[in-house]
């Protein structure tokens, strides 16, 4: 097999018990057999090199970097030719346990030079999301898409491989580790991750890198949606709740749109079928969704065009009279495709109706209590309950009771 492959391996066991370095001759590999031996350039770009692919060399973005929509950078450091294995390995990066993860640790899955130069650290956050991140995102009609089908495209597309990584250390400052140790390596390979989707969506070619772009997309929606940080709580301590996440959420409809061609061979497929398949089968609990239409002005003649609350209402609708449960939480994900760009215009303006509608959605999943959605649904439901709380009067204070019940909020 090929040597750059070994870095997307997964093996059992990936934590070391010892504080001794590690290097890459402490990783079980493969016999390799002797190359006959022959000239080739050391000018190509650092992805071809990686790759072990012949680069055209061209500039600023080879054939193949332009194909597979990743960076194509080129290294103005130009190393010394090694003359063998062993001086290669003398030369790789070692690292000492009690500096990973912190600011002082190497790059993951990344190099300079045409070696690979990884840790088993590297492969323990790889582990980690295939085990147990992953878990969280699939359905039972969709079991194993991310643990063996974006597996094995994100060793193709790198950008992908980075999301994951990013999403394993955002799950592991969620569940009782040292969350400080995790924020490096999921700010690096977020940003990696971000910036390879940004080059791959200018032009996207076959199924397979539509599934790769999908899926980052997914990934690094669910890190935004999850990652309410320190920074956020400051802001919203003024009484303003914060809404640029809300936009990084609805910015996957348009890349929905572009894909569509490729849709019916996508490893995804299940899930575009199954969002048509929806059913509920409990009876309604109450008529919060005939009382929150007769406040939002929508009749039997309302639509999108002539009324800007209609589409998130009508997503809505069928999970507002039942009690809130993760049974239903397909329903909640899909409610947030009836919000778009001018409504969340609404809610940064305070609009009553528009914030009413985004407390119930926020109040039925803070009844879910997941890792990746709690704290931020849980900070945005308390902002918008207290800015409702000044504003509605006599019978509408009545529908922000369910809300504000969900999130701990005291009327």
Not at 46 to 75: A, H, M, W
Request: glycine content about 4%; overall charge positive.
């Amino acid at each position: 097999m090929n040597a750059s492959m070994h870095a997307f391996r997964i093996r059992p066991a990936l934590l070391p018990e010892s504080s001794s370095s590690v290097t890459l001759e402490s990783v079980p590999t493969e016999v390799s057999h002797a190359r006959r031996a022959h000239t080739k350039s050391r000018r190509g770009c650092d992805y071809c090199k990686l790759r072990r692919k012949k680069c055209d060399e061209r500039k600023p973005i080879c054939t193949l970097c332009g194909n597979k929509g990743v960076e194509c950078v080129y290294n103005k450091n130009k190393l010394p030719r090694q003359s063998n294995r062993d001086t290669a390995v003398s030369n790789t990066p070692t690292v000492q346990l009690c500096l990973w993860p912190g600011p002082r640790a190497p790059a993951v899955l990344t190099s300079n030079t045409s070696e690979v130069a990884y840790t088993k650290y590297d492969l323990y956050l790889i582990d980690h999301f295939v085990k147990r991140a992953a878990q969280y995102f699939e359905l039972p009609e969709m079991s194993g898409i991310y643990s063996v089908k974006a597996l094995n495209l994100a060793k193709q597309y790198p950008y992908l491989m980075h999301a994951m990584i990013a999403l394993a250390a955002c799950h592991l400052q969620h569940v009782g580790i040292d969350a400080g140790c995790y924020r490096l390596p999921e700010a690096f390979h977020c940003q990696m991750a971000t910036r390879g989707l940004r080059n791959a969506v200018v032009s996207i070619k076959g199924v397979m890198q539509s599934d790769a772009v999908l899926t980052t997309s997914m990934l690094l929606n669910s890190i935004t949606f999850c990652a309410a940080d320190y920074r956020e709580d400051e802001a919203s301590a003024n009484g303003e709740p914060r809404w640029e996440w809300l936009r990084i959420q609805i910015g996957i409809t348009d890349l929905l749109y572009r894909t569509k061609p490729f849709h019916p061979e996508s490893m995804w497929l299940p899930m575009f079928i199954s969002q048509h398949q929806l059913r509920i089968t409990e009876l309604p609990q109450n008529d919060l969704d005939i009382r929150l239409a007769a406040f939002c002005n929508i009749t039997f003649n309302s639509t999108g065009q002539n009324n800007r609350y209609f589409e998130f209402w009508e997503q809505l609708a069928p999970v507002l009279t039942r009690t809130p449960g993760i049974q239903y939480i397909r329903w909640y994900i899909n409610a947030v495709g009836g919000i778009d760009h001018l409504f969340i215009g609404l809610l940064e303006k305070r609009d009553t109706r528009a914030l009413l509608l985004f407390a119930h959605w926020a109040g039925m999943m803070c009844c879910i209590r997941t890792w990746w959605s709690d704290r931020r649904v849980r900070t945005a439901c308390l902002k918008v309950c207290q800015i409702l709380n000044t504003v509605l009067v006599g019978r509408d204070r009545e529908l922000l009771v369910r809300p504000a019940e969900a999130c701990g909020f005291a009327l």
